[in-house]
């Protein structure tokens, strides 16, 4: 099993979560989350004063995927989350031991 750790842009969150779906993904984790990468954040205008915005928001999708699905997810996340531009996001894929679902006791992929 696999956990794909996926930072992406907030408005993209949608099309991400339908891609997943379509390739079998039947659950997922998501939340807000702040940071920023080689966007180094920006400045905007309030009331005539310029100031700084270090970090961005983003969103944080978690999704645990049997060994066979993972380059399918990888992929559908790609797709779904490219913009083109610059603050596109990240992904990681960590190897996960062992899952367990906490109401019936299923272990490994059965718990997913």
């Known amino acids: 099993m696999k956990k794909i750790e996926a930072i992406i842009k907030p408005f993209k969150l949608d099309e991400v979560r339908e891609a997943l779906s379509e390739v079998g993904v039947s659950g997922l984790t998501v939340g807000e989350v702040k940071g920023f ?7 905007e205008l309030y009331r005539g004063a310029e100031y700084a915005i270090d970090f961005l928001p983003k969103v944080k ?3 645990v995927v049997a060994d ?5 997810a ?3 996340i790609t797709k779904a989350a490219r913009t083109g531009k610059i603050g596109d996001g990240k992904i990681f ?3 996960i031991e062992q899952a367990i ?4 006791g299923e272990t490994g992929e059965a718990a997913i």
Do not use: S
Request: no cysteine.
């Open 37 to 43: 990468g080689r966007q180094k954040g920006h400045t």
């Open 61 to 63: 999708v978690e999704v």
């Open 68 to 72: 066979r699905l993972l380059d399918a």
């Open 74 to 76: 990888v992929e559908a």
């Open 93 to 95: 894929v960590y190897e």
């Open 101 to 104: 679902r906490i109401r019936t």
